[in-house]
């Protein structure tokens, strides 16, 4: 007996795509705009301090369509199994878009990208718990340390979909 067994399949997907634009929706929520003065146009070439909105755009508009390739991974291999495997196959490549983002927002950002422990990881202390995460500009690029944060994010959602496709069932 699974949840929407007695609804009819409009509602499920209905419900579906609410899931799926409310995940994007907390993605855009936890790119913070910065304050007017850091939106100054960064001119090419121009040592200035700003951010740039046509980046930072591209690079949420980039992290929205990776964003939206983790279910069509699940659905891409779930054509390609016998019928029985195929509810299980999406379910487990869509799977990392509810897990993924804790872990990246909890740990894994930090242990990427924070400030060097001997030579092989980062620091969680440096963007542990988003510690640090906001408006601020990502080193020398022209975005926020939040867009650089969502899009790095959506990749490690996407990588674990990728796996779990490609050893479906074997």
Do not use: K
């Not at 913070?32 to 980046?55: F, Q, S």
């Amino acid at each position: 007996m699974g949840l929407f067994d007695n609804r009819s399949i409009v509602v499920t997907r209905l419900v579906v795509a609410v899931v799926l634009l409310s995940l994007f929706g907390i993605f855009v929520a936890m790119t913070v705009a910065p304050p007017g003065d850091m939106l100054a146009d960064y001119a090419p070439g121009d040592a200035g301090y700003g951010i740039n909105r046509g980046d930072m755009a591209w690079m949420l508009t980039s992290s929205a369509l990776v964003l939206l390739m983790t279910p069509g991974i699940g659905l891409f291999y779930g054509g390609m199994i016998s019928s029985q495997n195929i509810v299980a196959t999406i379910a487990t490549a869509v799977l990392p878009m509810a897990i993924i983002p804790i872990v990246w927002s909890l740990i894994g950002f930090s242990l990427a990208f924070g400030e060097d422990v001997g030579g092989v990881l980062g620091n969680p202390a440096t963007y542990g718990l988003m510690y640090n995460v906001g408006a601020s500009r990502w080193n020398d690029l022209t975005i926020s340390t939040s867009t650089w944060f969502t899009y790095q994010c959506v990749f490690a959602i996407i990588t674990p979909s990728i796996i779990v496709g490609a050893i479906c069932d074997r």
